[in-house]
Each structure stands twice: as structure tokens, then as C-alpha cells.
């Protein structure tokens, strides 16, 4: 399907989105990691050379929270930061930007995770994790707020939370008690290797949870991972691999590139938009968030291919348009913004 046909419908998904900002039936409810990004005021230098950093909320599945509400969404996040300043700093990060916190628990015992981001030149990211253990390794199944949970029409959560116990067994009982309640089940692995004791426990762990997932975001680079090398571009290994007959949408980010899509039904591809990247970081999640949203207002896009593919798009641009700020949070776009961005193209 060429660009020209995906613009064309960009105005009446447009519309869309603005009714879909009136409509606070759907719930996201997102589990996992919040945590403070530092990243460096200069990019292209290592740890040891930046001049200084700037402190940024962070942690995927609390970027695809906020992500949600500031496209004008309803959300909430589920999950465990210190009792201290940046614990606290966090909690009232959520409650400016309209999510749900009321199932974010403190420890009194251990710190909030903390991350230092290196940025090469290109904008493209490596980690340093400060966890030893972090409040969010240590959530408690006891400690769940097992009412929000069943009030989500999609449950999101990432392969972090999987790395450790207690916060295991949480997640996974998590998972449950959103399945059993009717949630879809979104899953983006957002690999950080270093997190995990080794390659072969990084590569169970994440499957270990995959056949139950009904929507799946994965990088490239993380096909190639789950895969043991394969060639991420190659459909054959994407459909046999990691297709399961529970899934009713594998979405494989491309960067800068765009976004390949696979359905029982169909598959495709869909461009972005060509920005001036400064910091990735956030960029992924600010694609679930955007998917994400226009999924639960539209449960046909499963099914009708042109309107998977402007959804998608949509989801491109939140992308394109987070990548252009730095930082995690502070960086993800509002409905307006991306609003803006979508009359542009269609102009």
C-alpha cells in the first residue's frame, strides 16, 4: 500500500482520535518499572565525559501511562518506587499527567531505581542501571490493587518486571486476574540485557510469557535476540517463530523506518515520518501508547487492514514526534501536538 493512500485517510483518523478523547470507558492499565532516567546535556560522549545530566521520569511501562492519558486516554500504573524524594517525585509526575497512581506502592527499605543513559551522536541510547535491589524488583502479589487490574480493557507490561522475585510472581498473577477479567494482554519485551543474569535467561524469561500476550510490539534487534540470529526482515521467521495462534497482533518497530505489521489475516508495512532525532529514548513506548489507544476505541482495526494501517501511522508519528524531545516522559507528545503533525501531512 503506498504512503499516498495511508495520508489520505490521516484526516478522518484525526477525528477519530478527538472523539476518542471523550470517551473514558477504556482503561489501560500499565504494570512495571518507573524508575529516573539522568541523561547527558551533550550527546556523543561516554558516562565518564558528560559535562552534567539531567534527571527524567522514566521506565517503559509508566511512558506508555502517561503516554495514553496525554493522548487524551484514561490510564493507570501499577507498580513500586522508594519511599524517598524520587520515589515520591514520581508518584506526583502521574498524578500531573492525569494517571492513575492508586496502584503505585512505596518500600521503606529500598531505593527507586535509577538509569544513566549514554547518547551516541545519532541520539540512540546505552543503560547503566542503578538496581540493587530497586522498589521496583520487590512489588508483592499481597500489595496489588486487584480492582484497578480488573477494570482494564488492556493490561500492558514489559519483561523487566520478570527478572527477579517477588515482582515475578506479581506480574504473572498480575496477568491472570487481568485475563480472567476480559483485558487484552499487551506485551513489549523492551530487552535491557545487562538487567538479566544471562543471554539464555533473558531469551526463557521473555518467551516464558509470549503465548499469552495478544498484542506484541518487538524491535528488530530484539527479533534477532529471541531468535538466536535470525534474520528479523524475514516474514518466514517472524510467522514461524513468533506468531501464536493467541495473537491478534505482532507489531515489529523499525526506528526511523517505520513499523511492520503481521494479523492472522495480513501483513504490511507502514513508513514514518522523517524527524530530527535527538534522544530515542521513550520512542518505543510512545508507538504502544499511540496503537494502543486506537485499539481499544476501534476493536475492528484487528480485521480491516486500511484502518490497522492509519492506526499505525498514528502510532509513527507519537513516535517521530518523542524522539525530537529528550527524555522519557518529558518528551512524549500530546493529542494536540500530534494532531498538528497528522494536519501537516495531510495537507
Known amino acids: 500500500m ?49 559535562p552534567a545530566f539531567e534527571k527524567a521520569p522514566g521506565g517503559a511501562p509508566a511512558n506508555v501511562a502517561v503516554c495514553i492519558s496525554k ?31 492508586s496502584g503505585l506502592r512505596f518500600d521503606h527499605d529500598a531505593r527507586t531505581a535509577l538509569a544513566f543513559v549514554t547518547l551516541t551522536a545519532e541520539g540512540e541510547r546505552e543503560f547503566v542501571f542503578f538496581r540493587n535491589p530497586s522498589a521496583d524488583m520487590l ?12 477494570k482494564a480493557t488492556i493490561f500492558h507490561y514489559g519483561s523487566i518486571s520478570l527478572i527477579n522475585e517477588p515482582c515475578r510472581s506479581t506480574q504473572l498473577a498480575a496477568m491472570d486476574i487481568a485475563k480472567r477479567s ?18 539464555d535467561a533473558a531469551r526463557s524469561g521473555i518467551m516464558s510469557v509470549w503465548n499469552l500476550a495478544e498484542i506484541i510490539k ?12 535470525d534474520d528479523p ?17 505482532l ?25 530530527k532525532v535527538v534522544d530515542t529514548t521513550g520512542a518505543g513506548d510512545a508507538f504502544v501508547g499511540g496503537i494502543l489507544k486506537c485499539l481499544a476505541s476501534d476493536s475492528d482495526l484487528y480485521q480491516d487492514e486500511k484502518r490497522l494501517r492509519d492506526a499505525i501511522f498514528f502510532a509513527n508519528v507519537c513516535a517521530a514526534l518523542t524522539v525530537t524531545g529528550r527524555g522519557g516522559i518529558p ?7 500530534v494532531q498538528r503533525k497528522l494536519s501537516e501531512v495531510t495537507a
Open 2 to 50: 503506498a504512503q499516498e493512500s495511508i495520508s489520505g485517510n490521516l484526516k478522518d483518523l484525526s477525528l477519530n482520535s478527538n472523539d476518542m478523547a471523550t470517551n473514558k470507558s477504556n482503561l489501560f492499565v500499565c504494570f512495571g518499572e518507573m524508575l529516573i532516567d539522568f541523561i547527558p546535556t551533550v550527546g556523543g560522549v561516554s558516562l565518564a565525559e558528560a
Open 71 to 101: 493522548l487524551g486516554g484514561s490510564s493507570a500504573f501499577i507498580g513500586k518506587v522508594g519511599e524517598d524524594d524520587f520515589g515520591r517525585l514520581l508518584a506526583d509526575i502521574l498524578k500531573q499527567h492525569n494517571v492513575d497512581n
Open 139 to 150: 512489588l508483592r502479589e499481597s500489595e496489588l490493587n486487584i480492582d484497578l487490574i480488573k
Open 182 to 199: 476480559g483485558s487484552i494482554l499487551s506485551y513489549d519485551p523492551n530487552l535491557r540485557l545487562p538487567l538479566w543474569p544471562s543471554e
Open 218 to 229: 518487538v524491535s528488530e534487534d530484539e527479533i534477532s535476540f529471541l531468535t538466536g540470529g
Open 233 to 249: 526482515n524475514d516474514d518466514e521467521v517472524v510467522l514461524k517463530k513468533l506468531f501464536h495462534p493467541n495473537l491478534k497482533l
Open 251 to 275: 507489531l515489529v518497530t523499525e526506528g526511523s523506518a517505520g513499523c511492520r505489521y503481521y494479523t492472522k489475516e495480513f501483513k504490511g508495512r507502514v513508513n514514518s515520518l522523517k524527524v
Open 331 to 337: 518528551a512524549l507528545p500530546t493529542q494536540d501536538a
